[in-house]
């Protein structure tokens, strides 16, 4: 079964102090058994190089531009990187008009846009309710794994 990586999962991933942190590789650990079979956007790793990289002052982990880029080179390692399309963005134009997606949540919507041009329903993410408005998207907490 294919999963897409929420950016926040990756982030948990990398940050082993994180409460978060087992919760995270436990739900990897046991969808892999299942054959689960993993996945990340250009979406997902502009984000994690943005926390990633800002200062822990600003809610971000504070990591130098070589942790960051070590830490993401693992990533790539591990996950599939998705391309972005020429389908990603019509898909991603209609899902923000019909949906009325503003501000912040235009990021969601470009991830599920992704995940319907990839053909991939099921998103592990410890935000499940920010994407209940997308009836396509089946996003799964790492709690309920």
Known sequence: MKYLLDTNIL???VESAHAQHKEASE???TLRRQNGVFYILLQNVSEFWNVGT???D???LGLSIAQADSYLKRLERFFTV???TEEV???WRELIVNHSVSGVKVHDAKIVAAMKAHNIQNLLTFNAK???RY???KAVEPKNV
């Open 11 to 13: 982030l948990r991933l």
């Open 27 to 29: 739900a990897l650990k």
């Open 54 to 56: 800002r200062p822990k």
């Open 58 to 60: 600003k809610n971000g």
């Open 82 to 84: 998705l391309p972005d």
């Open 89 to 91: 963005y019509r898909n």
């Open 130 to 132: 920010d994407f209940k």
């Open 135 to 137: 009836a396509f998207v």
